[in-house]
């Protein structure tokens, strides 16, 4: 598989097939080892940077610290040209005791001040993809793409996505933007993997998956380029092949459907003289519409290992034979 970059429609925006999550920046990694997770995604001709302004708010002491790590690496390499910055906004509030998922911060004012605070962590002038974190039906789409096409407007924003977003949301914000003649939604960030056919669910429930209606959207729906997050199903794969059963029975993965699929993967590594990520990885080129999918390492080696999913050559019926 050839490591083209894929065209989002109607934009300016070629992107690396994989994107660089950097959701654990400023816990995990950061300074000197920032720089060389960052210099071994671009080395691999990566050019999708992922971030959020609430992470990693949930940890006391630093607020927007991934976005800061990110900005860190940005001022310092002088690599802004050569990458796409895509962050979210709109996430309730993650500080404190107390955090309730269904307090809603998607007014204008929220994403104006999230927005604001984005650009003074990064250290940029814009923002190629801002996001809406979460939505909020209770705000009419009318009212979220404005906000968003103000943003544009002013300059602070490229163009925009969303992230947990149900179909029915989505397909109106696309009618409202035929009307106006704007571009709308270039992305959606929702949750696909190789494990969530067989998996437990998430504990969650402001988070989407892509499957049912949402799937079918993005079928139909070209011109809004999925995202998934959590592509590496948090390792259960990597663990399971590699260190046994007993380190992941505490996953949401841990169900039968998904140790089946474990046990399986060592044949395609055999087969392609492949690693267990590569698989794993492999699943988003083998879909009915496009994907990006989102992959985070604190270990450069990790990140180079799943950029070069991009050279196996991987068959549809490699997949069922996996998933069935």
């Not at 190629?128 to 968003?148: G, N, Q, S």
């Not at 044949?267 to 267990?276: D, F, G, P, R, T």
Request: hydrophobic residues 35%.
């Amino acid at each position: 598989m050839a490591r083209k970059r894929i065209q989002i429609p109607d934009t300016e925006l070629s992107v690396y097939p994989i994107g660089l999550g950097t959701v654990n920046a400023g816990l995990d990694w950061d300074g000197e080892t920032a720089g060389e997770i960052f210099d071994a995604y671009l080395s691999c001709g990566g050019n999708l940077i992922d971030t959020a302004h609430v992470y990693s708010d949930w940890v006391p002491g630093e607020r927007a610290r991934s976005e800061r790590v990110v900005g860190d690496w940005l001022e310092q390499s002088g690599r802004r040209n050569e990458v796409i910055i895509m962050t979210k906004g709109g996430h309730p509030d993650m500080t404190g005791a107390d955090v309730d998922m269904h307090a809603s911060r998607t007014t204008r004012k929220d994403m104006t001040d999230d927005l604001n605070g984005s650009l003074k962590q990064l250290r940029t002038d814009y923002i190629d993809i801002l996001f809406y974190h979460r939505d909020d039906r209770k705000l009419p789409v009318e009212e979220a793409i404005d906000t968003m096409e103000g943003f544009v407007k002013e300059g602070k924003i490229r163009y925009y996505g969303c992230s947990n977003w149900d179909a029915d949301r989505m397909t109106a914000a696309d009618d409202y933007c035929k009307i106006h003649n704007y571009r709308g939604f270039v992305a959606d960030q929702s949750l696909l993997n190789i494990g969530m056919k067989y998996f437990k669910g998430l504990d969650d429930d402001t988070l989407r998956c892509t499957h049912g209606a949402a799937y079918t959207y993005h079928i139909n729906n070209k011109n809004n380029l999925e995202m998934p997050y959590m592509g590496n199903c948090g390792g259960f794969f990597q663990k399971y092949v590699l260190e046994g059963e007993s380190v992941v029975k505490s996953s949401p993965y841990y169900t039968e459907g998904n140790i089946r699929i474990a046990k399986r993967i060592p044949q395609l590594m055999e087969k392609y003289n492949c690693s267990v990520t590569q698989v794993v990885m492999g699943f988003f080129f083998h879909q009915d519409f496009a994907c990006v999918p989102l992959f985070g390492s604190s270990r450069p080696e990790h990140i180079i290992d799943a950029c070069k999913t991009l050279d196996v050559d991987f068959s549809d019926e490699d997949y069922e034979f996996l998933l069935s």
